[in-house]
């Protein structure tokens, strides 16, 4: 059973304060029109040939290499690329959607890890023979 945290507001609890108890703790939580929800494969879902080609981009490739040479999160602004900010938002959501990276909202912001462990998992030494040159 799944539980909301005490700071999340349901829609139940919304309609009707007077109904907080069991039955709003099953509620779904109340969405604004701020929230993005992005879209990431499941590990089993990676398909090789997304991979390579998100990694076939020498900018793309740059990403995943700074990625994996800083570890934890990243702003997307703060990989110094010498692109626009629009192309650069298209090549981290190339990234995403072939499960490179993951991508979480904070904010205005978006911020990016690499999923060394599951592209570990699914393709056993891929990352580490791509990003060999760029090291």
Same mark, same amino acid.
């Given at each position: 059973?799944?539980?909301?945290?005490?700071?999340?507001?349901?829609?139940?609890?919304?309609?009707?304060?007077?109904?907080?108890?069991a039955?709003?703790?099953?509620?779904?939580?109340?969405?604004?029109?701020?929230?993005?929800?992005?879209?990431? =494969?499941?590990?089993?879902?990676?398909?090789?040939?997304?991979?390579?080609?998100?990694?076939?981009?020498?900018?793309?490739?740059?990403?995943?290499?700074?990625?994996?040479?800083?570890?934890?999160?990243?702003?997307?602004?703060?990989?110094?690329?010498?692109?626009?900010k629009s192309?650069?938002?298209?090549?981290?959501?190339?990234?995403?959607?072939?499960?490179?990276?993951?991508?979480?909202?904070?904010?205005?912001?978006?911020?990016?890890?690499?999923?060394?462990?599951?592209?570990?998992?699914?393709? =056993?030494?891929?990352?580490?023979?791509?990003?060999?040159?760029?090291?």
């Amino acid at each position: 059973m799944s539980t909301l945290p005490a700071h999340t507001a349901t829609a139940e609890a919304v309609a009707h304060p007077e109904a907080e108890g069991a039955s709003a703790r099953h509620a779904e939580p109340v969405h604004s029109e701020h929230d993005v929800a992005l879209h990431h =494969p499941e590990r089993d879902e990676l398909e090789l040939h997304a991979v390579l080609h998100a990694l076939s981009d020498p900018m793309r490739l740059r990403i995943v290499a700074e990625l994996a040479a800083r570890g934890g999160e990243h702003t997307c602004s703060s990989i110094d690329l010498p692109i626009v900010k629009s192309t650069c938002t298209h090549h981290f959501r190339v990234l995403r959607e072939a499960g490179l990276i993951r991508q979480r909202v904070v904010g205005t912001t978006k911020v990016n890890s690499l999923r060394q462990a599951d592209l570990e998992a699914r393709f =056993p030494g891929l990352l580490d023979a791509v990003l060999a040159d760029q090291r």
